[in-house]
């Protein structure tokens, strides 16, 4: 399984990024995509998250400004982020289960299995 995060850059207080997850080796649509980031001295933290059957969770220091997606015929989740802030400021990697179809999905890093490699998003004030 492999997982291949882009879409990140540097933007404004206020602007908007559209982060991408591409899978190979895994049918999204049978397993938890999520994101997550992690900002300097800090600890990796949940983002979003959406399940099998479409059920989708936020953390909610984002709720209302991102939001997850997934096309299933690109086999690629998508997070677009809106009225972005400077503390959004982090590496984002997005992050997938080996169980297929769990009911619902998880903020917990231990519920997820395999990683991208990271995508770092910059918010100037």
């Known amino acids: 399984v492999q997982l291949q995060a882009s879409g990140g850059g540097l933007v404004q207080a206020g602007g908007s990024l559209r982060l991408s997850c591409a899978a190979s080796?895994?049918?999204?649509?049978?397993?938890?995509m999520g994101w997550f980031r992690q900002a300097p001295g800090k600890e990796r933290e949940f983002v979003a998250a959406i399940s099998w059957s479409g059920s989708l969770l936020y953390a909610n220091s984002v709720k209302g400004r991102f939001t997850l997606s997934r096309n299933s015929a690109e086999n690629t989740v998508y997070l677009q982020m809106n009225s972005m802030k400077p503390d959004d400021t982090a590496v984002y990697y997005c992050a997938t289960d080996r169980i297929e179809f769990s009911a619902v999905p998880s903020s917990n890093l231990t519920a997820y299995d395999y990683w991208g490699q990271g995508t770092q998003v910059t918010v100037s004030s």
């Open positions: 080796g895994h049918t999204l649509n049978r397993h938890v």
